[in-house]
């Protein structure tokens, strides 16, 4: 007994493996990579495969995973299942595109109005349609025998293939003659007013920085300059000291010693101080230069 005839004893082992791997395995590997963005892509791709695998495959295996007109319970339940899914993920990205790309609802009807056309008519009766051409004309040409029917799968595929490229063009259509309304001029207004405050703060705290360093400097340079004032205003009072001491022991020949001594600290003195150094401290003193 080989595989194959093992597994069509099993009753609805088909539909089994498929609810395990696409609706189970796939979803689960995707939000656990927090790839979100793809699950809501792929759920309506749950149509398409389902009814490609229903048409291509064995009957025993899938012959209840996906009907136009269910006959049974389980037909039934597993068609409106996976259509439900499906729409789970129309109405997903449809709001995603109301919220993200466009604030106008029409749009996002239009929107939602291709993604439906793609997903249930043309992944429905079109891939129904192709097939079972496909199947009559490389028959009738050909005249063999397709094991399995590969062929149906092959070009299963290849029309799902179709199916997204055509979607994703007519998608980008509607995407591209979006106009902008008042709304989009607005956020762009408001995102252009951000990076310009932005900017303005920037701005401002480099030159808040360089005032401050400036202050900084101009600070120590009056503090510097006061110094040197102080210190010479000690030296003038020094040498005016010294001028009134020689004055008053002139007469005296007593202090020469003393008076040289004066005499020769004074004349350092004058030659540490410059003339306007001279004229300030006579101003202080009410002495007009």
Same mark, same amino acid.
């Given at each position: 007994m080989n595989l194959l005839n093992l597994c069509l004893r099993i009753p609805n082992l088909g539909i089994l493996l498929y609810y395990l791997f696409?609706? +189970?395995?796939?979803p689960y590997i995707l939000i656990a990579n927090h790839s979100m963005g793809i699950l809501k892509y792929y759920m309506p791709l749950m149509v398409a495969f389902a009814h490609m695998l229903s048409l291509s495959g064995h009957k025993k295996l899938f012959g209840n995973l996906y009907e136009l007109k269910p006959t049974n319970f389980v037909a039934f339940l597993s068609t409106n299942f996976i259509n439900l899914f499906a729409l789970f993920g129309i109405l997903w990205q449809c709001i995603d595109y109301s919220?993200?790309?466009?604030?106008?609802?029409?749009?996002?009807? $239009?929107?939602? $109005?291709?993604?439906?056309v793609i997903v249930f008519p043309m992944a429905r009766q079109g891939m129904k349609f192709v097939l079972d051409n496909v199947d009559y004309y490389m028959r009738k040409q050909n005249k063999m025998s397709f094991e399995y029917n590969w062929h149906l799968f092959v070009f299963g595929l290849l029309y799902i293939i179709f199916l997204l490229g055509l979607q994703a063009i007519l998608l980008a259509l509607v995407d591209t003659g979006r106009k902008e309304d008042e709304s989009d001029r607005i956020r762009k207004q408001l995102e252009k007013y951000k990076q310009n405050k932005n900017q303005l703060q920037k701005e401002k705290d480099k030159l808040m920085k360089k005032m401050s360093n400036n202050k900084k400097g101009i600070n120590k340079k009056e503090k510097d300059r006061l110094k040197e004032n102080i210190a010479d #205003?000690?030296?003038? @009072?020094?040498? +005016? #000291? @010294? $001028?009134?001491? @020689?004055i008053t022991n002139s007469g005296n020949k007593k202090n020469n010693s003393k008076n040289n001594a004066n005499m020769k600290e004074t004349r350092k003195l004058l030659e540490d101080i410059s003339m306007s150094n001279l004229a300030g401290f006579a101003k202080k003193q009410g002495i007009n230069v």
């Open positions: 696409f609706v +189970v395995l796939i919220q993200n790309k466009s604030s106008s609802l029409p749009r996002a009807v $239009i929107y939602g $109005i291709v993604l439906f #205003d000690a030296k003038i @009072n020094t040498i +005016v #000291d @010294n $001028i009134k001491k @020689n």
